[in-house]
């Protein structure tokens, strides 16, 4: 690592891991993974599909067990054998992934009140009225009361965002959120995650959108057959890349 990486390395690790080893049988999947990334930090995930980029995410909101080494969110370890402990950790840590996963029996304000209403138990006003909210933010205020059918693959999208940030995540991970959108519908959805990215959000993304990590990443970290290969700034990983394997993926998306 060179002297960029030291100088936007987070003084203070909101998620932290630490020697992380995943398998599937005998396949490893995730090779020793050492990461921390700060409050408020954005963090791009880049690499070759199979490199290992959704099992990492997966294992930091507790989708998958994994074998070895250490895993904290927000200061807490993470422990699969305790059931309660994992429930905490889901309630902080929030997850959007490429299909929209819209409950199409509720209207998109009842997909965003489901998780607060059930698990926090809030009343019924005071989610409705926070759904409103998180609507309007993701630009959907006239939307509340409409199926999920009826609304476009970026707005179902907006939708996912907006039920995410309703359990108030302290992190939110993106696993590629954009890649089963119709091209025109790319920029709504990425202009949301730019907000967040602006109000302060936490962000762990997986993208193959470019020129959106490119500018919104504080960081970005290059894997590779399961390990992290090369991480700094968006500036240094893309514009300068250290290493033949970023060089070829680079080049690879032109
Ligand atoms: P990426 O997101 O970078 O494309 P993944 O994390 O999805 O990579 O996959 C990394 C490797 O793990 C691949 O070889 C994939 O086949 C394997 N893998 C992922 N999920 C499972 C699973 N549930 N069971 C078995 N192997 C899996
Ligand atoms: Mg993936």
Redesign the pocket.
Same mark, same amino acid.
């Given at each position: 690592m060179h002297a960029a990486d030291e100088r936007a390395a987070p003084d203070y690790a909101l998620v932290s891991i630490e020697g992380l080893r &995943?398998r599937? $049988?005998d396949?490893e999947?995730?090779k020793g993974i050492d990461l921390s990334i700060g409050r408020r930090e954005v963090v791009t995930?880049i $690499? &070759? /599909? $199979? /490199? $290992?980029? /959704?099992?990492?995410?997966?294992c930091i909101n507790g989708l =998958?067990a994994f074998q070895e080494g250490s895993l904290r969110v927000d200061d807490q370890p993470l422990r699969h054998d305790d059931p309660r402990a994992m429930r905490q950790l889901r309630q902080h840590v929030g997850m959007i992934f490429q299909s929209f996963n819209l409950f199409p029996h509720l209207t998109a304000g009842q997909n965003v009140m489901l998780a607060p209403s059930l698990v926090k138990r809030l009343p019924k006003e005071v989610a409705h009225d926070r759904a409103r909210k998180l609507l309007g933010r993701v630009g959907l205020g006239d939307k509340f009361d409409s199926y999920p059918d009826r609304l476009s693959g970026g707005q179902q999208q907006r939708v996912a965002i907006a039920r995410a940030l309703a359990m108030d995540p302290a992190v939110l991970l993106c696993? =590629?959120i954009t890649s089963a959108l119709d091209p025109e519908l790319v920029g709504e959805v990425l202009r949301v995650v730019e907000g967040l990215a602006e109000d302060g959000m936490t962000l762990i993304m997986?993208t193959h959108e470019m020129n959106f990590a490119r500018k919104v990443s504080d960081r970005v970290v290059f894997?590779h057959q399961?390990k992290v290969h090369e991480m700094g700034p968006p500036e240094a990983l893309f514009g300068d890349p250290r290493t033949a394997e970023l060089r070829q993926f680079l080049s690879s998306l032109h």
């Open positions: &995943k599937f $049988g396949n999947v995730l995930i $690499g &070759k /599909s $199979g /490199s $290992g980029k /959704s099992t990492l995410l997966r =998958e696993d =590629e997986v894997m399961g």
